[in-house]
């Protein structure tokens, strides 16, 4: 069975790069491109992988990714952050709300694939 990845994303090209990338690599990818009901694609989908951007309409990365780590059957599901904003305080914040990987944009395809082996083996 093949491994799948939510990526909330709002930039077209940036959805189109890490979605041939992954699939490529046999990874199933759905796609979500705002913030405002992130937590419900992810409820329904369900994926062993979130790839999430810090800025998005609705609502940041930060608090999606909050409200993740305060539901019990999320507490552990691996959040790749893949965002512009690499300040140091932006790093920790994710880092004090539990991301499992923080990467900053622009980004190699190969780290990103590399990532997402490492977060889902």
């Known amino acids: 069975m ?5 990526l909330i994303e709002d930039e077209p090209n940036i959805i189109e790069a890490i979605s041939f990338i992954l699939s490529r690599d046999g990874w199933t990818v759905a796609t979500h ?3 405002h009901d992130a937590n419900d694609a992810i409820l329904r989908r369900k994926p062993d992988l979130v790839i999430l951007d810090v800025m ?3 609502k ?3 608090d999606i990714l ?5 539901d019990a059957q999320f507490q552990d599901l691996p959040v790749l952050i893949l965002t512009a904003r690499g300040q140091t305080k932006d790093r920790e914040l994710a880092q004090s709300l ?3 990987r ?3 944009k622009p980004f190699s395809n ?5 990532a997402a082996n490492d977060l889902v083996p």
Not at 66 to 70: G, N, V, Y
Request: proline residues 3%; positive net charge; without cysteine.
């Open 2 to 6: 093949s491994k799948t990845v939510l």
């Open 33 to 35: 491109s705002n913030g």
């Open 56 to 58: 998005l309409p609705g």
């Open 60 to 62: 940041s990365g930060f």
């Open 66 to 70: 909050r409200d993740l780590r305060q």
């Open 98 to 100: 539990g991301v499992s």
């Open 102 to 104: 923080f990467m900053t």
């Open 110 to 114: 190969a780290d990103v694939l590399a």
